[in-house]
């Protein structure tokens, strides 16, 4: 009797191959929430959610996305919200696309637009922020248009924003 190599069949190698992948493999589900394009997802430091939506404000969840609840009854009335972080206090801060920063107090949106750029009646829209390693907010600014030729980098001085990168092309 002669001795055969065993040619491996290839769904068996596929087999193999892929097995450590589905271990590892993640379901994605529908959450029940707010109706509405969902621009930035936030979780707390409890577990808690924050998503900021097109056009609706910013919502809270509690447990895991099963429910919503829109903060200060969606008092933040600036259209969308394009990010949300978390300040050095803890406080909730929202970029807004036309209402500049706001930031969450525990009962309504208090503005911190001081030094913000603003033309053709409106402020800048505020696209990122983000809490540098010191703790210093920067806010990052999109220009469009003719009211907003071009983009901005903001840094918050306690008080209000200092320009620290005007003129940015909007690419």
Known sequence: MKNKLLKPRPTLLWAILLFPFALGAQNFFNLPGPMGTIRSLLKGPNGELYLGSNSKGVFHSMDNGQNWTGLGGNTIMTGRINDLVFDTSGQLVAATEQGGVKKWNGTGWNSI???LFSTCGILVPIR???VAPGGTLFAGAHGYGTCFPVGDVYRFE???WASVAAGLANT
């Open 113 to 115: 637009n001081i030094g």
């Open 128 to 130: 990122d922020l983000t």
């Open 158 to 160: 306690g008080s209000g």
